[in-house]
């Protein structure tokens, strides 16, 4: 299974650790990610999603995650939240 945050992105970063003798050798520092489902108002059902713990804190900020999907770039969403913001956007179109 990948690393990426399915919304934001935020993939593994690199950098060293450093010894108290001030030697660096390579590491990762990987995303805090979580298998949570979210709720979508508009379908009126759940979307199971991998996400960063700052990108639940998004969604919460933005007020859910239909909100969050429509601020967010395209390029940034993975296929599956790309998807889900298609299905959301049809279903606000034909509500409207």
């Known amino acids: 299974m990948s ?5 934001t992105g935020k993939g593994p970063m690199t950098g060293n650790n ?3 003798a001030n ?4 590491r990762r ?4 990610l979580n298998d949570t489902t ?3 108002e508009t ?3 759940g979307i199971k999603l991998r996400i960063s713990a700052h990108a639940l804190r998004s969604v919460d900020h933005r007020g859910g995650l239909d909100k969050f999907l429509a601020k967010a770039k395209d390029s940034e969403l993975s ?3 790309l998807k ?3 299905e959301i956007m049809k279903a606000q179109a034909a509500s409207a």
């Open 3 to 7: 690393r990426v945050c399915e919304l």
């Open 18 to 20: 450093v010894s108290h």
């Open 23 to 26: 030697n660096k050798t390579r």
């Open 29 to 32: 520092f990987l995303p805090n």
């Open 38 to 40: 979210l709720q979508s």
């Open 43 to 45: 379908l009126g059902r």
């Open 79 to 81: 296929a599956n939240a």
């Open 84 to 86: 889900v913001k298609k």
